[in-house]
Protein backbone atom coordinates (compact mmCIF):
# COMPACT_ATOMS: atom_id res chain seq x y z
CA UNK A 1 0.00 0.00 0.00
CA UNK A 2 1.23 3.30 -0.78
CA UNK A 3 2.72 6.19 1.80
CA UNK A 4 0.23 8.85 2.21
CA UNK A 5 1.58 12.54 1.78
CA UNK A 6 -1.02 14.55 4.21
CA UNK A 7 -0.72 18.24 3.95
CA UNK A 8 -2.39 21.02 6.15
CA UNK A 9 -2.63 24.10 5.28
CA UNK A 10 -4.05 24.82 8.45
CA UNK A 11 -5.32 28.53 7.96
CA UNK A 12 -3.34 29.61 4.90
CA UNK A 13 -3.67 29.85 1.23
CA UNK A 14 -5.60 30.92 -1.16
CA UNK A 15 -7.23 30.23 -4.77
CA UNK A 16 -4.17 31.18 -6.25
CA UNK A 17 -2.21 28.72 -4.53
CA UNK A 18 -4.78 25.66 -5.11
CA UNK A 19 -4.61 26.39 -8.26
CA UNK A 20 -0.98 26.44 -8.40
CA UNK A 21 -1.32 22.77 -7.01
CA UNK A 22 -3.78 21.18 -9.44
CA UNK A 23 -2.06 22.64 -12.92
CA UNK A 24 1.15 21.76 -11.80
CA UNK A 25 0.64 18.47 -10.45
CA UNK A 26 -1.80 17.70 -13.41
CA UNK A 27 1.37 17.53 -15.74
CA UNK A 28 1.22 14.21 -17.88
CA UNK A 29 4.70 12.19 -17.73
CA UNK A 30 5.23 13.09 -21.49
CA UNK A 31 5.17 16.60 -20.82
CA UNK A 32 8.35 16.32 -18.29
CA UNK A 33 10.69 19.24 -19.20
CA UNK A 34 14.38 19.59 -17.76
CA UNK A 35 15.14 23.32 -16.73
CA UNK A 36 18.35 23.59 -15.52
CA UNK A 37 18.14 25.29 -12.25
CA UNK A 38 14.72 25.59 -11.68
CA UNK A 39 15.15 23.22 -9.11
CA UNK A 40 16.82 25.86 -7.13
CA UNK A 41 13.89 28.42 -6.70
CA UNK A 42 11.11 27.81 -4.28
CA UNK A 43 7.43 28.38 -5.05
CA UNK A 44 6.78 29.42 -1.54
CA UNK A 45 3.33 30.25 -0.70
CA UNK A 46 4.28 33.86 0.15
CA UNK A 47 6.01 34.75 -2.76
CA UNK A 48 2.24 33.54 -4.90
CA UNK A 49 0.54 35.33 -2.34
CA UNK A 50 2.64 38.77 -2.96
CA UNK A 51 2.23 38.44 -6.89
CA UNK A 52 -1.17 37.24 -6.70
CA UNK A 53 -3.03 40.65 -6.19
CA UNK A 54 -1.04 41.69 -9.57
CA UNK A 55 -1.64 38.59 -11.76
CA UNK A 56 1.74 37.51 -12.12
CA UNK A 57 2.69 34.32 -13.56
CA UNK A 58 6.27 34.41 -12.00
CA UNK A 59 4.70 31.51 -10.14
CA UNK A 60 4.57 29.28 -12.74
CA UNK A 61 8.05 30.06 -14.17
CA UNK A 62 9.69 29.66 -11.30
CA UNK A 63 7.71 26.12 -10.38
CA UNK A 64 6.50 25.04 -13.30
CA UNK A 65 9.40 22.65 -14.73
CA UNK A 66 10.77 21.48 -11.64
CA UNK A 67 6.79 19.98 -10.95
CA UNK A 68 6.40 18.72 -14.43
CA UNK A 69 9.35 16.79 -14.63
CA UNK A 70 9.33 15.53 -10.84
CA UNK A 71 5.47 14.65 -10.31
CA UNK A 72 4.99 12.38 -13.12
CA UNK A 73 4.45 8.72 -11.88
CA UNK A 74 3.17 9.63 -7.90
CA UNK A 75 -0.39 7.92 -7.68
CA UNK A 76 -2.49 10.91 -7.19
CA UNK A 77 -4.12 9.03 -3.99
CA UNK A 78 -0.86 9.25 -1.98
CA UNK A 79 -0.94 12.82 -2.19
CA UNK A 80 -3.95 14.36 0.67
CA UNK A 81 -4.32 17.96 0.92
CA UNK A 82 -6.28 19.30 3.79
CA UNK A 83 -7.31 22.59 2.41
CA UNK A 84 -8.88 25.63 4.44
CA UNK A 85 -13.18 25.30 4.47
CA UNK A 86 -13.31 28.28 1.64
CA UNK A 87 -11.57 26.18 -1.11
CA UNK A 88 -13.05 23.05 -0.71
CA UNK A 89 -15.23 22.90 -3.28
CA UNK A 90 -13.56 25.04 -5.72
CA UNK A 91 -10.57 22.33 -5.60
CA UNK A 92 -12.97 19.83 -6.25
CA UNK A 93 -15.58 21.61 -9.05
CA UNK A 94 -11.46 22.82 -10.56
CA UNK A 95 -10.95 18.70 -11.05
CA UNK A 96 -7.99 18.35 -8.31
CA UNK A 97 -6.21 15.79 -8.99
CA UNK A 98 -5.26 14.94 -5.24
CA UNK A 99 -6.78 13.76 -2.61
CA UNK A 100 -9.38 16.44 -0.53
CA UNK A 101 -9.04 16.62 3.31
CA UNK A 102 -11.02 18.98 5.38
CA UNK A 103 -9.24 19.76 8.89
CA UNK A 104 -12.14 19.10 11.21
CA UNK A 105 -15.92 18.55 10.98
CA UNK A 106 -18.64 19.23 13.37
CA UNK A 107 -19.26 16.96 15.82
CA UNK A 108 -23.14 16.87 15.12
CA UNK A 109 -24.11 14.63 12.02
CA UNK A 110 -26.66 15.61 8.46
CA UNK A 111 -28.24 18.96 8.39
CA UNK A 112 -29.58 21.41 11.07
CA UNK A 113 -29.57 24.41 13.17
CA UNK A 114 -26.18 24.76 14.10
CA UNK A 115 -25.04 27.90 12.73
CA UNK A 116 -21.62 27.78 11.50
CA UNK A 117 -21.26 24.11 11.33
CA UNK A 118 -19.67 21.72 8.54
CA UNK A 119 -20.92 17.87 9.19
CA UNK A 120 -19.20 15.12 7.75
CA UNK A 121 -21.91 14.68 5.48
CA UNK A 122 -21.59 17.92 3.76
CA UNK A 123 -18.04 17.76 3.52
CA UNK A 124 -18.43 14.45 1.92
CA UNK A 125 -21.20 15.90 -0.46
CA UNK A 126 -18.43 18.96 -1.66
CA UNK A 127 -15.83 16.66 -2.89
CA UNK A 128 -13.64 15.70 0.72
CA UNK A 129 -12.55 12.10 1.55
CA UNK A 130 -10.63 12.22 4.46
CA UNK A 131 -10.97 14.31 7.80
CA UNK A 132 -8.22 15.62 10.59
CA UNK A 133 -9.45 15.09 13.73
CA UNK A 134 -7.63 16.13 17.12
CA UNK A 135 -4.98 17.99 15.94
CA UNK A 136 -2.94 19.59 18.86
CA UNK A 137 -4.03 22.90 18.11
CA UNK A 138 -7.39 22.13 18.04
CA UNK A 139 -7.27 19.59 21.48
CA UNK A 140 -5.63 22.82 23.26
CA UNK A 141 -8.95 24.84 22.43
CA UNK A 142 -11.95 23.75 21.14
CA UNK A 143 -12.39 20.03 21.61
CA UNK A 144 -12.60 17.33 24.41
CA UNK A 145 -11.83 13.57 24.04
CA UNK A 146 -16.09 12.68 23.93
CA UNK A 147 -16.40 15.36 20.96
CA UNK A 148 -13.46 14.09 19.32
CA UNK A 149 -15.46 10.35 19.54
CA UNK A 150 -18.63 11.89 17.97
CA UNK A 151 -16.54 13.50 15.28
CA UNK A 152 -14.71 10.73 14.65
CA UNK A 153 -18.17 8.16 14.49
CA UNK A 154 -19.75 10.55 12.06
CA UNK A 155 -16.60 10.25 9.73
CA UNK A 156 -16.33 6.47 9.68
CA UNK A 157 -20.17 6.13 9.53
CA UNK A 158 -19.82 7.63 6.01
CA UNK A 159 -16.95 5.80 5.15
CA UNK A 160 -14.51 8.28 5.17
CA UNK A 161 -11.43 8.57 6.45
CA UNK A 162 -10.35 10.05 9.46
CA UNK A 163 -7.02 11.26 10.17
CA UNK A 164 -6.73 10.44 14.33
CA UNK A 165 -3.80 12.92 15.75
CA UNK A 166 -2.38 11.93 19.34
CA UNK A 167 0.55 12.30 20.94
CA UNK A 168 2.89 11.08 23.79
CA UNK A 169 -0.12 11.44 25.72
CA UNK A 170 -1.71 8.90 23.71
CA UNK A 171 -3.28 6.79 25.84
CA UNK A 172 -5.19 10.24 28.09
CA UNK A 173 -6.22 10.88 24.53
CA UNK A 174 -7.77 7.19 23.04
CA UNK A 175 -10.35 6.37 25.59
CA UNK A 176 -12.32 2.87 25.63
CA UNK A 177 -15.02 4.32 23.03
CA UNK A 178 -12.18 5.54 20.70
CA UNK A 179 -10.02 2.43 21.07
CA UNK A 180 -13.27 0.03 20.25
CA UNK A 181 -13.59 2.42 17.03
CA UNK A 182 -10.68 2.90 16.16
CA UNK A 183 -10.24 -1.76 16.13
CA UNK A 184 -13.37 -1.96 14.39
CA UNK A 185 -12.97 0.76 11.45
CA UNK A 186 -8.94 0.29 10.54
CA UNK A 187 -9.66 0.60 7.01
CA UNK A 188 -11.14 4.08 7.49
CA UNK A 189 -8.74 5.37 10.70
CA UNK A 190 -4.96 6.18 9.90
CA UNK A 191 -3.19 7.74 12.91
CA UNK A 192 -1.16 10.61 12.79
CA UNK A 193 1.25 10.62 15.73
CA UNK A 194 2.63 14.09 16.28
CA UNK A 195 4.84 14.53 19.41
CA UNK A 196 4.06 17.69 21.18
CA UNK A 197 7.93 18.67 21.37
CA UNK A 198 8.40 18.41 17.15
CA UNK A 199 5.10 20.52 16.38
CA UNK A 200 6.40 23.85 15.14
CA UNK A 201 10.09 23.78 16.66
CA UNK A 202 11.85 22.19 14.43
CA UNK A 203 12.85 19.37 16.24
CA UNK A 204 12.12 15.97 15.29
CA UNK A 205 12.77 13.05 17.45
CA UNK A 206 15.30 10.23 16.15
CA UNK A 207 13.93 8.16 13.98
CA UNK A 208 14.51 5.03 16.72
CA UNK A 209 12.23 6.74 19.09
CA UNK A 210 9.54 7.36 16.26
CA UNK A 211 10.06 3.84 15.49
CA UNK A 212 9.45 2.78 19.20
CA UNK A 213 6.55 4.78 19.76
CA UNK A 214 4.48 3.58 16.68
CA UNK A 215 5.42 0.03 17.18
CA UNK A 216 3.57 0.64 20.76
CA UNK A 217 0.30 2.65 19.09
CA UNK A 218 -0.17 -0.70 16.84
CA UNK A 219 0.26 -3.34 18.89
CA UNK A 220 -2.04 -1.43 21.77
CA UNK A 221 -4.89 -0.49 19.27
CA UNK A 222 -4.94 -3.28 16.48
CA UNK A 223 -2.37 -2.48 14.22
CA UNK A 224 -3.54 1.02 12.53
CA UNK A 225 -1.80 2.94 9.79
CA UNK A 226 0.23 5.84 11.24
CA UNK A 227 2.01 8.51 9.49
CA UNK A 228 3.80 11.20 11.16
CA UNK A 229 3.88 14.69 12.52
CA UNK A 230 6.05 17.39 13.76
CA UNK A 231 8.55 19.82 11.52
CA UNK A 232 8.24 17.49 8.59
CA UNK A 233 10.52 18.99 5.54
CA UNK A 234 12.57 17.38 2.43
CA UNK A 235 15.60 17.78 4.74
CA UNK A 236 14.05 14.70 7.13
CA UNK A 237 11.10 13.10 5.12
CA UNK A 238 13.52 10.57 3.62
CA UNK A 239 15.03 9.22 7.55
CA UNK A 240 11.01 9.30 8.63
CA UNK A 241 9.49 7.25 5.55
CA UNK A 242 12.58 4.95 5.95
CA UNK A 243 10.88 3.49 9.32
CA UNK A 244 8.65 0.59 8.10
CA UNK A 245 6.31 1.12 10.28
CA UNK A 246 5.53 4.49 9.46
CA UNK A 247 2.66 4.79 6.46
CA UNK A 248 3.60 8.15 5.91
CA UNK A 249 3.73 12.00 6.74
CA UNK A 250 1.87 14.75 8.27
CA UNK A 251 3.22 17.60 7.05
CA UNK A 252 2.61 21.73 8.18
CA UNK A 253 4.07 24.65 7.14
CA UNK A 254 6.42 22.64 4.37
CA UNK A 255 3.43 21.85 2.59
CA UNK A 256 2.38 25.10 1.36
CA UNK A 257 5.70 25.26 -1.24
CA UNK A 258 5.22 22.98 -3.76
CA UNK A 259 9.00 22.68 -4.31
CA UNK A 260 9.36 21.26 -0.88
CA UNK A 261 5.67 19.32 -1.45
CA UNK A 262 7.63 17.65 -4.96
CA UNK A 263 10.96 16.66 -2.88
CA UNK A 264 9.15 14.80 -0.80
CA UNK A 265 6.81 13.06 -3.06
CA UNK A 266 9.83 11.88 -4.94
CA UNK A 267 10.96 9.92 -1.66
CA UNK A 268 7.95 7.21 -2.37
Not at 86 to 108: E, K, M
Request: aromatic letters at 6%.
Amino acid sequence: MSKLIICNWKMNGDVQLVDSFIRLLSKPPESELLLGDTEQRSGVYSDVHEHSSTGSTQEETDCGGLVERSISGIRSESLIIALPSTFILYAHSAGANFQIAAQDCSVYSGFGAYTGELSADMLLGAGVKYVILGHSERRSRFDSVPTIYEKLVNVVRLNMMAILCVSEDYESQIDTYTEMLIRDHLNNIVLAYEPVSAIGTGHVPHPHEIQQTVVRLQRQYGNPRIVYGGSVTSANAGQILGIDEIAGLLIGGASLNLNEVVTILKLL
